[in-house]
């Protein structure tokens, strides 16, 4: 799981970001998990799950909207306790990592199911406002990713939401494709040049964010 610092520093962001869209979030109670439904679906087509036609599985974007994930359940977490970051750090620090569990009447052992099967579920607790962090960490596992690697890309892309704000993603005025990419796709090649660990990371990645945005077409 994560350390208290990574998941005390993840709150901290997200509550900054949530401020950033809206200084009342905490009052517009907006409904997070509903994100969450849609970017587990946006998941499985980076997966692949139509069985009628051949797909591959984007790994690097699959992961990315497990990212997008994790903000909105961080942000649900947050708005439970009225944005009471030491609450939810509690509540972070000590989830109940049980062998399954129960959703509509039936009780699913997570190991049983495979990753889409998992995304699934994820997004019918979403549905229903309920969360699982013993799910969410059977997804990282099934996706190749550790907590730590959670911590490090969700940072990349605190960074890109932040950007997508300051140039007008709020207003319409942003423009999301760069180049004839999705700028997702550019936050993933440009965090594979950096070092994550570097104490300038976070406005490294900034600053070639800006950089590529700006040159592009």
């Not at 939401?161 to 760069?178: A, C």
Request: glycine share 6%.
């Amino acid at each position: 799981m994560l350390t208290p610092l990574q998941a005390e520093t993840m709150l901290t962001l997200q509550a900054q970001m949530n401020a950033k869209v809206n200084p009342d979030w905490i009052n517009a109670a907006y409904p997070y998990l509903r994100a969450v439904v849609v970017e587990g679906a946006e998941a499985m087509e980076h997966h692949g799950w139509k069985w009628w036609k051949k797909q591959e599985c984007d790994l690097a974007q699959l992961q990315m909207e497990l990212v997008d994930i994790w903000h909105f359940t961080l942000s649900h977490m947050l708005l439970q306790h009225r944005g009471d970051q030491a609450k939810a750090l509690a509540d972070l620090l000590a989830p109940d990592f049980t062998a399954s569990i129960r959703f509509d009447g039936t009780d699913y052992v997570v190991a049983e199911l495979d990753l889409i099967g998992k995304m699934e579920l994820n997004i019918g607790l979403a549905t229903a406002r309920r969360i699982s962090l013993p799910l969410f960490d059977a997804l990282l596992q099934d996706c190749g990713m550790e907590w730590k690697d959670l911590y490090c890309q969700y940072v990349g892309k605190n960074v890109l939401n932040f950007f997508r704000q300051d140039n007008g993603y709020k207003q319409g005025t942003y423009r999301k494709l760069w180049s004839g990419r999705e700028d997702n796709e550019h936050l993933v090649e440009i965090m594979g040049t950096l070092n994550s660990e570097d104490a300038n990371f976070q406005h490294q990645l900034y600053a070639n964010l800006k950089d590529r945005y700006t040159r592009s077409d």
